[in-house]
């Protein structure tokens, strides 16, 4: 009995110390993982001075073409989005027009050719020739947009195709005429000028 109680009595002497050494062991080991976590260590601090530099130049490389790329990546995407909004529009329009289109194509085929051995023959023409004027003017109105480049950009581009064929004596002799005014001028002037001075040394003499 009495060891019994010398082991109870020892027990609840140090039931606190035992509660606290199950809680620290947990503890303890969070505290390395907690403290490898907050001071991660960089790739750059491993190697050599060189190898560092150069790969912090590469990384900085790197990361210039990426915001480059991301901009030019948003202006085509703004670029292909306006082009979707007019294309949507052109749709839409051009799908009106082929509506009408057909509606006057359908009313013109269900016009009826006047007989000649009519009594009415005169005035069944004179209205199909009106009911004809009218579906004119409203096709002129249903003409699709010109899809052709401007006359301006089509000549630009011949003329460029025809300095492509124009070989080099071509241009040289082309040159050469449209120069020939001013190397004439820059003569006259330099034997106008030789003049004057053999004449000032003349009469100096």
């Known amino acids: 009995m009495k060891k019994e ?3 109870t009595a020892g027990l609840c002497r140090i039931k606190d110390q035992i509660a606290q050494s199950a809680e620290n062991p947990a503890g303890q080991a969070a505290e390395p993982n907690t403290v490898k976590a907050d001071h991660p260590v960089s790739v750059f601090d491993s190697l050599p001075p060189e190898t560092a530099k150069a790969l912090r130049s590469r990384r ?7 915001q480059d790329l991301n901009f030019r990546l948003h202006e085509l995407a703004s670029q292909l989005a306006r ?3 007019e294309l949507e529009k052109n749709a839409g329009h051009l799908q009106k027009l082929k509506t009408e289109t057909a509606r006057l194509l359908d009313q013109l085929e ?11 023959f005169q005035l069944r023409l004179s209205s199909n020739f009106r009911e004809l004027e009218h579906l004119r003017i409203e096709m002129i109105d249903l003409q699709p947009p010109s899809t052709e480049k401007p006359a301006e950009n089509q000549s630009g581009k011949n003329i460029f195709a025809e300095l492509d064929s124009v070989s080099f004596g071509q241009l040289f002799r082309i040159g050469s005429a449209m120069m020939l005014p001013l190397i004439l001028a820059i003569l006259f002037s330099g034997l106008l000028l030789m003049l004057t001075i053999f004449l000032t040394f003349r009469v100096n003499l």
């Open 5 to 7: 109680m010398f082991v």
């Open 60 to 66: 900085q490389e790197y990361e210039h073409f990426r």
């Open 83 to 85: 082009q979707c909004e």
């Open 110 to 120: 269900k016009q009826s050719e006047p007989d000649e051995f009519s009594s009415d």
